[in-house]
């Protein structure tokens, strides 16, 4: 069993930044982010092979937003340059065996934070 903490969210205006991390309690292959902003549902945002060599990226996010990982410290990160009020949205880590775009390919999951993009 693994477990995923965020943190980093917050509110900020548009136009600013902000930076997620996540941190597993165990070992993890593929791990990715996804969001779910108010009556939407879930959609992936970016994903990180283990080794850092494979990335995939949402085309909404795409040249703003950054996703790495540090295999030392159990950590991905999620840059987000140039927030939108359209980014708005509870934003999940999640771990699994292969890159994948799909919430359903994923097997562990944190508990959310909240990324709120002001106009």
């Known amino acids: 069993q693994v477990q995923l903490v965020e943190s980093g969210g917050g509110a900020v205006q548009a136009g600013g930044s902000l930076r997620l991390s996540c941190t597993a309690s165990?070992?993890?292959?593929?791990m990715g982010w996804f969001r779910q902003a108010p009556g939407k549902e879930r959609e992936f945002v970016a994903t990180i092979s283990w080794s850092g060599g494979t990335l995939y990226y949402a085309d909404s996010v795409k040249g703003r937003f950054t996703i790495s990982r540090d295999n030392a410290k159990g950590t991905v990160f999620l840059q987000m340059n140039n927030l939108k009020p359209e980014d708005t949205a509870v934003y999940y880590c999640?771990?699994?065996?292969?890159?994948?775009?799909?919430?359903?390919?994923?097997?562990?999951w944190g508990q959310g934070t909240q990324v709120t993009v002001s106009s």
């Open positions: 165990g070992s993890t292959a593929a």
């Open positions: 999640a771990a699994g065996p292969l890159i994948r775009t799909f919430p359903s390919d994923y097997k562990y």
